[in-house]
DNA sequence: TTTGCTCATGAGCAATTACTCACCAAATGG
DNA sequence: CCATTTGGTGAGTAATTGCTCATGAGCAAA
């Protein structure tokens, strides 16, 4: 755009205005009688001077880096909400702070007045923010899992989320009575036929939020550890370009579900819409980086809840 | 399991809730819909923000007459360094303006790669000025304080500066273990053999740059009003030609420092070198004009932050 | 357990600020 | 020289913010 030759003195009684109004906390009226001039003028001149990126604001706080990441995440990957919490150098865990921000915003969500269907996954950051979550009444809402709550022993599942989550909040929850993992494409069809299967899938597809782990692959990843899957399946899957997964959907690195037998014995609900309601990941962590840049970036979820270590990755990558 | 609200946990609240306001420019109405509070309590959060100082507002523009006089102050008393900052007429504080300015030269210097010494002196001035200072990591610098800590009553004195600095920035600090006046000559020789003192006086004659505040005396005075000295000997003082102070250094109106026995019991470190170093006098107002004027005129400072209105009468007179 | 204190909260309202509109004056250009 | 563009102004009004008050929860002392 042409820059013309601002009138010179202008930005200097901007910069005094502004100067006036932020730092000396005058209010515009008492600018505008000090430097003779309407108002009006004086309310321009003060947002001349902001406009003109005159005044600059600095927040003084160990928050601040966290906040500035969130945005620049958010515009990067045009996600809808992003939550960085500060990375504690000295912990290895991988819940430390997330957990915690997590269960804030599942609070968040639970107190609000209009009935909501809140979905979750699995995984132990998961987990661990569903511990944090204090005791809430909220008969309003329903909570549903898009997962699983079976192992492959036929126990219950190690990080089954919504029945810690049923501890705490006291609303009606819909457990999906499913293995993760199930055998073959027809027993999955067969099982997602069965009435009661049907309801909880049709709830799990209404779900305004969702929050969801997301793990890594790798013979130490959840998958693995957990025994859903085998070694050499695991292997074979990472050969075959798999970056991450998401209640046991599995994606490459462009965060696109790969084409694998195994993705479809998963017997999870599909993860609920990304343009319509807002699907929340939770996870930090080195292990993880290839893993959450892949569901951000193939958009398999559209809200990120993380670490300042992982943030940077994320936008360095 | 349940949370409370600590603390704490409530001043990261206020610092999201300014950063939203003051950086991201999200109103309050959003900043309460995105955190989940009232609008109420998130302009409490804001402003609770800007009271904690949490937030930083600094004017980036010279603007233009300050400049102007801060160029004429320079060559009329070859001072090294002068910022004037506007005068806001409403205001009766003796800091607005000069606080912030003071503390962005303090920060300035800071953040030298090479290792200096800072040196302070004490006021209400400077000790606003050191309230703005953020948080910074500076381990290189070594901090001195170039009066003593300890007040009339043996406490420890209202404006001792190196402490508030010692909290906002990591750095080695050198606090003087003095009072400000001792009873006699002889008893200042005696603390001044002492090998602890003796050390920090050593560090505070390297000082690389020094910023004090000057006091104006009378009975309004900082000397009387903080119990250094009794009405009468003040009287005395401004009968013998008394014009201002600097950490507890009485001068005369040619910034001469007098010669009395008051001068002979401050226990203050020398003021460093106004040849070799930068010494910056941080002072405005028209009660202190002709101390200002006289430190100035006397050398005892060779750069000073001050405001128009005390700019115009420097020029002046 | 009761009492009193502190502090956060939401509501309502007043003050303050931002924005839009219509108009004006000086520069620009044919 | 006039039409046009650019940039500024004040008025009016909508939006936003700041403040006070009544209330209730948490907590410590009695």
Redesign the interface.
């Known amino acids: 755009m042409a820059k013309r030759t601002e009138t010179p ?1 202008r ?2 009684d ?3 205005a ?3 109004y ?5 209010t515009q009226d ?1 600018i505008a009688a ?1 430097m003779g001039i309407s108002r009006q003028s004086a309310q321009r001149l003060v947002s001349l ?1 902001v406009a003109e ?12 880096a966290c ?2 990441l969130a ?1 620049q995440l958010r515009r990067k990957f045009g996600l809808k909400y992003v939550e960085v919490v500060p990375s504690d150098p000295g912990s290895s865990s991988t819940t430390v702070g997330i957990a915690e921000a997590g ?1 804030a915003e599942i ?2 969500w639970l ?1 609000r007045p209009e009935p909501i269907v809140l979905a979750v996954g699995t995984g132990r950051t998961l987990k661990a923010a569903v511990d ?1 979550l ?2 809430i009444e909220c008969p309003n809402h329903r909570i549903v899992s898009l997962t699983g709550n079976i192992a492959p022993d036929g126990s219950a599942a190690y990080y089954n989320v919504i029945f810690s989550m049923a501890d705490a909040v006291k609303a009606r929850h819909y457990p999906m009575p499913l293995p993760v993992l199930v055998t073959s494409a027809e027993e999955r069809e067969l099982l997602h036929g069965q009435q009661l299967v049907r309801s909880t899938l049709d709830i799990s597809a209404q779900a305004d939020v969702t929050f969801v782990g997301i793990g890594e692959l790798g013979i130490d990843g959840p998958l693995c550890v957990d025994g859903f899957l085998e070694k050499d399946e695991m292997m074979e899957l990472m050969r075959g370009g798999a970056a991450g997964e998401i209640c046991g959907w599995i994606f490459d690195a462009d965060g696109k579900l790969i084409d694998n037998p195994i993705n479809e014995r998963v017997a999870s609900a599909p993860i609920p819409s990304r343009e319509s309601s807002t699907v929340i990941g939770l996870a930090k962590g080195k292990r993880k980086y290839k893993a959450i840049r892949a569901a951000v970036v193939g958009r398999q979820i559209n809200s990120l809840i993380t670490d300042e270590d992982t943030a940077e990755f994320l936008l360095r990558n």
Chains 1, 2 share one sequence.
Do not use: M
């Not at 932020?22 to 005058?26: K, N, P, T």
């Not at 990126?53 to 601040?64: C, E």
């Open positions: 003195g930005l200097d901007a910069a005094r502004g100067w006036l932020y730092v000396a906390g005058r008492e000090s001077a990126r005159l005044i600059k604001v600095r927040l003084d706080h160990p928050i601040a906040l500035e945005n269960a609070e968040r107190k944090q204090p005791a």
